[in-house]
T-cell receptor, first 115, second 112 residues
Framework: DADVTQTPRNRITKTGKRIMLECSQT?????MYWYRQDPGLGLRLIYY???????NKGEISDGYSVSRQAQAKFSLSLESAIPNQTALYFC??????????????FGPGTRLTVL | EDQVTQSPEALRLQEGESSSLNCSYT??????LFWYRQDPGKGPEFLFT???AGEEKEKERLKATLTKKESFLHITAPKPEDSATYLC?????????????FGRGTQLTVWP
């Protein structure tokens, strides 16, 4: 089974709709991240969290919100989707432990299309 | 200003034709440089972490090296299954939270 899972894997929605993307991990990591990927722009950080009580904005947080429901769950919401939020979204995790090397492990991605 | 710049953007190699991908970074006080492989429509897959100039790591046909200003990913005798986008990333200098800055990647195509 995958260590980092994302649901849904694909979603098509209409402008103005509220959308939630979910991420779960079984790696036991405390840090979780949401990125979006657009052709030619690479991976850009939306939000990150280093524990259940900590939420931080990334480079491009406008139009998005997040919830860290548990150490293993981190969800991303688009309150009112717009077409330029069409992208591939990735969740990632990393470990902050003393022996951790800080690499991030990614989920399989959610392809979101906003019409 | 980009923290990480990768070149070339795209590279086409014939099977067996060795080459190198470049990742240059501007962040000072480097606390690790990461290489990832990404297949189309999938999440990035971790390959290597390098911490200090002169360090090298190998995995099958891939070898990553690090200098004070850049890293190279050398691909020796590539095969078609090595075709993917290769990403490098560095941590944010001021962050203790593991934030990474990613380059835009090099799209590698290896043809038979």
């Amino acid at each position: 089974d995958a260590d980092v899972t994302q649901t849904p894997r694909n979603r098509i929605t209409k402008t103005g709709k509220r959308i939630m993307l979910e991420c779960s991990q079984t790696k036991g990591h405390d840090r979780m991240y949401w990125y979006r990927q657009d052709p030619g722009l690479g991976l850009r950080l939306i939000y990150y969290s280093f524990d259940v009580k900590d939420i931080n904005k990334g480079e491009i947080s406008d139009g998005y919100s997040v919830s860290r429901q548990a150490q293993a769950k981190f969800s991303l919401s688009l309150e009112s989707a717009i077409p330029n939020q069409t992208a591939l979204y990735f969740c990632a995790t990393s470990d902050s432990g003393a022996s951790a090397s800080n690499e991030q492990f990614f989920g399989p991605g959610t392809r979101l299309t906003v019409l | 200003e980009d923290q990480v710049t990768q070149s070339p953007e795209a590279l086409r190699l014939q099977e067996g034709e060795s080459s190198s991908l470049n990742c240059s970074y501007t962040v000072s006080g480097l606390r690790g440089l990461f290489w990832y492989r990404q297949d189309p429509g999938k999440g990035p897959e971790f390959l290597f972490t390098l911490y200090s100039a002169g360090e090298e790591k190998e995995k099958e046909r891939l070898k990553a090296t690090l200098t004070k200003k850049e890293s190279f990913l050398h691909i020796t005798a590539p095969k078609p299954e090595d075709s993917a986008t290769y990403l490098c990333a560095v941590p944010d200098r001021g962050s203790t939270l593991g934030r990474l800055y990613f380059g835009r990647g090099t799209q590698l195509t290896v043809w038979p």
